[in-house]
């Protein structure tokens, strides 16, 4: 499918850098507003991506790389002979902004390995390398599009959970990238998208991606997946990825491994759509990756408007580990690892 075709269904760009600063669409006021936020520090851009102003793990990642820009920028600035020195203070604040998506943390290392090569002012060296990250994780989308439609037979739908497109990455998507590219190959004819509780990603995110794409969807419930399924109305389950420990094992966003239970029950395949930079070699499965616990109101309350009784606790766990051995396929722009294991993990990213 030629790119260009496929970019008809690309239209949102949600990470952005304009003429000396980063500039990120709110996501905290989709669908009803396109609020876009200017920052021009680490510190901004840190609680940007704690307070979920930008969200998703490769977009957290895009967004930490110009971070250390505007970063490096101001300590050369104040310290023209000690900036690097100076830099490690807001680095610390970025890598601390969220614990569990890995991209993170990459993105930080590429962009701190440069560090030592730059001589003089490092603003236009570093902006040159996140730049080149930015456009890296748009193209790896596009292959991972490519790489993701080409499993799916010609079916009715697929079903989705979490936002994995434009918004959360460089542009395009990982999971629904490949739900672009299979929209536009006539592979799929229609979307199911998980509302996502309890920041609600699919309602206000996957679903605006969608419309705004005009690719035919329905939201449904995220308890409504396993009827779904047993009514055959799909044939994958399509997610993404914040972290793939070296074995397989896929941490998203909760609720994923529930869709992959449901799916093995009823024959509907488990696709995983991530970017290689989300693989951890150094964490050998899912025990030990980090699962990110985020504040109890989101779940008592929407739209700062409490729905639950006065005194109820609630447990919000941000994300949930799925076996490698539920995952059908994991896709990368590296190429496909079909059920993945240790091995197969391993050969992958030596290639």
């Known amino acids: 499918m030629p790119k260009t075709l496929m ?14 600063h980063l500039v990120l669409l709110d996501q905290r006021k989709l669908p009803h507003n396109e609020q876009y936020v ?23 990642g895009i967004a930490a790389a110009y971070a250390v820009v505007m970063a490096a920028r101001k300590s050369y600035k104040q310290y023209p002979h000690d900036w690097r020195k100076r830099l490690e203070a807001e680095i610390e604040i970025l890598q601390n902004a969220r614990p569990t998506a890995v991209n993170l943390m990459w993105a930080l290392r590429r962009m701190c390995s440069a560090l030592d090569e730059v ?11 996140a730049q080149r990250l930015h456009q890296e994780d748009i193209d790896a989308n596009y292959r991972m599009g490519e790489l993701g439609s080409a499993l799916i037979a010609p079916s009715h739908g697929v079903l989705t959970h979490c936002n994995t ?26 979307v199911y998208a998980d509302e996502t ?27 409504a997946a396993a009827h779904l399924m047993k009514q055959g109305k799909v044939s994958w389950v399509i ?7 070296a074995n397989g094992d896929v941490a998203n966003k909760i609720g994923t491994y529930s869709l992959a239970v449901n799916a093995r029950y009823h024959g509907v395949k488990f696709m995983v759509v991530a970017p290689t930079s989300t693989i951890d070699l150094g964490t050998a499965n899912g025990a030990d990756i980090p699962i990110e616990e985020r504040p109890q109101e989101e779940v008592l309350n929407v739209a700062n408007q ?46």
């Open 7 to 20: 970019s008809q269904h690309d239209s949102i760009r949600a990470v952005e850098w304009k003429d000396n």
């Open 119 to 129: 001589q003089g002012d490092p603003e236009e060296p570093l902006l040159e390398l």
């Open 38 to 60: 200017q920052l021009y520090s680490a510190e901004e851009t840190a609680e940007a991506i704690r307070n979920m102003v930008v969200r998703g793990a490769p977009a957290i």
């Open 165 to 190: 497109g434009s918004l959360a990455t460089g542009g395009y998507g990982t999971a629904l990238g490949v739900i672009r590219s299979a929209y536009s190959n006539g592979k799929i004819q229609h």
């Open 197 to 223: 509780r309890p920041w609600w990603q699919g309602s206000r995110l996957t679903a605006w991606e969608l419309v705004k794409d005009k690719i035919p969807a329905h939201l449904l419930c995220d308890s």
């Open 306 to 351: 409490r729905i639950a009784a006065h005194h109820t606790l609630a447990w919000n766990p941000a994300f949930d580990v799925t076996p490698a051995s539920l995952v059908d396929a994991l896709v990368t722009e590296k190429g496909v690892v079909e059920c993945p294991t240790t091995e197969k993990i391993a050969a992958l990213m030596a290639s």
């Open 239 to 245: 997610v993404g990825s914040d972290r793939i420990a």
